[in-house]
Antibody, heavy 124, light 110 residues
Framework: QVQLVQSGAEVKKPGSSVKVSCKAS????????ISWVRQAPGQGLQWMGR????????NYAQSFQGRLTITADKSTSTVYMELSSLRSEDTAVYYCARVHGLTGSTDGKYFDYWGQGTLVTVSS | QSALTQPASVSGSPGQSITISCTGTSSDVGAYNYVSWYQQHPGTAPKLMIYDVRNRPSGVSIRFSGSKSGNTASLTISGLQAEDEADYYC??????????FGGGTKLTVL
């Protein structure tokens, strides 16, 4: 049974950074990408980026370029999402989600398992 | 990458059928058969309902079906039930090796 377990809620000041973790269990961690998706209060889902855990290659949505860093620790099957220069508009629930397809395959471009979500509140 | 276009809301009575549209471009919905649909109840994580345009994961009711024509994908729910009331999001893989979501549609079961 695949599970993605995220770290707890965070409260941050504007201009600071936040780092959220997503620990995977029950699956083939290294061969499936993990994406990050956020949802502002009352708003829709927004894809932020993804990483292929091995060899640790990230890919970011253009709107987050320069502020977002996604990393992976193969030894603990954990993916991290770090967002810097936080502003109030970054207040949201952040989800990690597993991409179904194995790395290098041409199918499986959807999110089959999701973390429980982490609320990040940016407030002075 | 602009969000895919979905109606903000749809509604239907129990037992009826509804369809939610999802319009993109030739760089996303129209480029591949990589459209998926997610159901989200308040306070919970999204749940995969349809993948690769028309395939249902194990455990998802056969009342849920998907289709695509050109740059527009659709989700149809037949035999509406109270438990179907939720937000629905379409998603597509893109030619930039990224993903894009629709703005979401709130389904109300009258």
């Amino acid at each position: 049974q695949v599970q993605l377990v995220q770290s707890g809620a965070e409260v941050k000041k504007p201009g600071s950074s936040v780092k959220v973790s997503c620990k995977a269990s029950g699956g083939t961690f290294s061969r499936r990408a993990i994406s990050w998706v956020r949802q502002a209060p009352g708003q829709g889902l927004q894809w932020m980026g993804r990483i292929i855990p091995v060899p640790g290659i990230p890919n970011y949505a253009q709107s987050f370029q320069g502020r977002l860093t996604i990393t992976a620790d193969k030894s603990t099957s954990t993916v991290y999402m770090e967002l810097s220069s936080l502003r109030s508009e970054d207040t949201a629930v952040y989800y990690c989600a597993r991409v179904h397809g194995l790395t290098g395959s041409t199918d499986g471009k959807y999110f089959d398992y999701w973390g429980q979500g982490t609320l990040v509140t940016v407030s002075s | 990458q602009s969000a895919l276009t979905q109606p903000a809301s749809v509604s239907g009575s129990p037992g009826q059928s509804i369809t939610i549209s999802c319009t993109g471009t030739s760089s996303d919905v129209g480029a591949y058969n990589y459209v998926s649909w997610y159901q989200q109840h308040p306070g919970t994580a999204p749940k995969l309902m349809i993948y690769d345009v028309r395939n249902r994961p194990s455990g998802v009711s056969i009342r849920f079906s998907g289709s695509k024509s050109g740059n527009t994908a659709s989700l149809t729910i037949s035999g509406l039930q109270a438990e179907d009331e939720a937000d629905y999001y379409c998603n597509s893989y893109t030619s930039s090796s990224a993903w894009v979501f629709g703005g979401g549609t709130k389904l109300t079961v009258l």
